[in-house]
Each structure stands twice: as C-alpha cells, then as structure tokens.
C-alpha cells in the first residue's frame, strides 16, 4: 500500500477543456483511487450538459498551466506538483478510462480495486481532462492518488 495525496481544484473558471497533469514522483507510480468534480455557478440553469471525461496516462506534458501542490494524507510524504491546464493541454499517451456526466450533478468516481485503478508507468505522468462546457463553469475537484514506489 502507497501513500496517499489529494490534489485540490478550487474556484477554477473556465470556458475551455479543463486537465490536471499528475506527475509520479522518481521511481514510483502514481495510481488514481477517487475523483469528485463539480462546479459551482450552473446550478438548475438553461446550461445543462452532458460533458465528457478523459483520464490518460504517459501523456506528454503541456507548457502552459498553474501549479496545485497536492496534500499529503496521514503521512510525511512529499507533496507532488501538479498542473491545472485550461489554456495548452497535454498531448498524447494512452486512454484509460472515459465516460461522460452531467454537469449539475457532478462527477464521482472510485476505484477500490487496485487492479482496475487507472495508473502511470514509474515516473509517468496521468491527465485527467473535462471537455469544454458550453458556457464557463468553475470548477472545484477532489483527486486522490496512490503513489507506489
């Protein structure tokens, strides 16, 4: 069993795709377990859509983004800089997981198994990416991951 982190997107405003690029610490991998996402200002509006969700791992990364440090969950590990893209996203890699939800209920998906848990190579990098909505949205997510050295 690894350590554990979140990494929080918090009051994020977008009318574009949205990703948060996880990068596995040297010599381990990063394994995803949790995902909640929703946003904040379309609530019971005309704005209701269905969006689609990517996770993809062993991406390439973007240039452009802001920095989130993820937090370390009862433990001392160090925390892992991760990006939030809304302007250049990341390129490539192989598509793990897919699917669509809609945008006033939000996403929330788990991954108890570790066998069936998306996750990178040692040293990978995993993208978690939200089509473009209609209209701006503001989104606020919780991603939790494993990292396993």
Same mark, same amino acid.
């Given at each position: *069993?690894g +350590?554990?982190?979140?990494?929080?997107v918090?009051? #994020? &405003?977008?009318?574009t795709?949205?990703e948060?690029e /996880? $990068?596995?610490?040297s010599?381990?991998?990063v394994?995803?377990r949790?995902?909640?996402?929703g946003?904040?200002?379309?609530?019971?509006?005309?704005a209701?859509? *269905?969006l +689609?969700y990517?996770?993809?791992?062993?991406?390439? #990364? &973007?240039?452009?983004s802001?920095?989130v440090s993820? /937090? $370390?969950?009862?433990n001392?590990e160090?925390?892992i800089?991760c990006k939030i893209n809304t302007?250049?996203?990341?390129?490539?890699g192989?598509?793990?997981?897919?699917?669509?939800?809609h945008?006033?209920?939000g996403w929330?998906?788990?991954?108890?198994?570790?066998n069936?848990a998306?996750d990178?190579?040692?040293?990978g990098?995993?993208?978690i990416k939200?089509?473009?909505?209609?209209?701006?949205h503001?989104?606020?997510?919780t991603i939790?991951?494993?990292?396993?050295s």
């Amino acid at each position: *069993m690894g +350590a554990y982190h979140n990494i929080l997107v918090s009051a #994020t &405003s977008t009318t574009t795709a949205i990703e948060v690029e /996880i $990068p596995a610490p040297s010599g381990a991998k990063v394994r995803l377990r949790k995902i909640k996402a929703g946003q904040s200002n379309r609530e019971g509006d005309a704005a209701a859509e *269905m969006l +689609a969700y990517f996770v993809t791992t062993e991406v390439t #990364t &973007s240039a452009g983004s802001t920095t989130v440090s993820s /937090i $370390p969950i009862a433990n001392r590990e160090s925390a892992i800089t991760c990006k939030i893209n809304t302007t250049q996203l990341s390129s490539g890699g192989t598509l793990q997981e897919t699917g669509t939800f809609h945008n006033q209920a939000g996403w929330l998906e788990e991954w108890p198994d570790v066998n069936l848990a998306p996750d990178t190579a040692i040293a990978g990098i995993m993208a978690i990416k939200i089509e473009a909505p209609a209209s701006s949205h503001t989104w606020y997510w919780t991603i939790t991951v494993e990292v396993e050295s």
